[in-house]
């Protein structure tokens, strides 16, 4: 009876180890099917993500063609086939390039995309403090300077005086 409870001991043993061989390497697709369904959020958090590669500059998750319909068909598939976010979007970028990024990657000529705006916004903005500093300031002093300073009651007489004098 002790060897007949060893036999059984055993192979409970390696039917678990059976089981969790297969569970770590199973597809994705075999896992997720106790996972929660795919809703329209989750194909629209990737869809979000992408352009249509028909429409000019339209995300994917807003875009009415049929061919982006499909699309995001396509996105849930590989959703409930449990591809990660980033698999579809590598497929998508395989398939139509990097024009259906939103965000393009940063590399290659795509680095003047993300440097270019900030520095043409500094230039701006230094140029308008520039213009704009030299519109408030004040009259240069040296100007000022150049006429004499005379006190009022000393002007009036001198005004008074002239004035006989063009007279008489």
């Not at 055993?10 to 075999?30: I, N, Y």
């Not at 403090?129 to 300031?137: D, K």
Request: aromatic share 8%.
């Amino acid at each position: 009876m002790n060897r007949y409870l060893h036999r059984r001991q055993t192979q409970s043993v390696f039917v678990a180890l059976a089981l969790v061989t297969l569970l770590w390497f199973a597809p994705a697709g075999v896992r997720a099917q106790g996972a929660q369904p795919v809703t329209d959020d989750d194909v629209n958090r990737v869809a979000h993500q992408l352009y249509c590669p028909v429409c000019e500059s339209i995300p994917l998750d807003v875009c009415s063609t049929k061919a982006c319909a499909d699309w995001r068909g396509l996105i849930r598939q590989k959703l409930e086939a449990g591809e990660s976010d980033q698999q579809i979007i590598d497929y998508f970028v395989a398939t139509y390039g990097d024009r259906v990024l939103v965000q393009p990657p940063a590399r290659g000529f795509n680095w003047l995309i993300y440097i270019v705006p900030p520095i043409v916004l500094a230039g701006g903005l230094l140029l308008a403090w520039r213009v704009l500093g030299g519109l408030v300031r004040p009259a240069a002093p040296a100007a000022q300077a150049q006429l004499p300073a005379v006190p009022q009651d000393e002007y009036a007489a001198r005004l008074e005086r002239e004035v006989r004098e063009d007279r008489g």
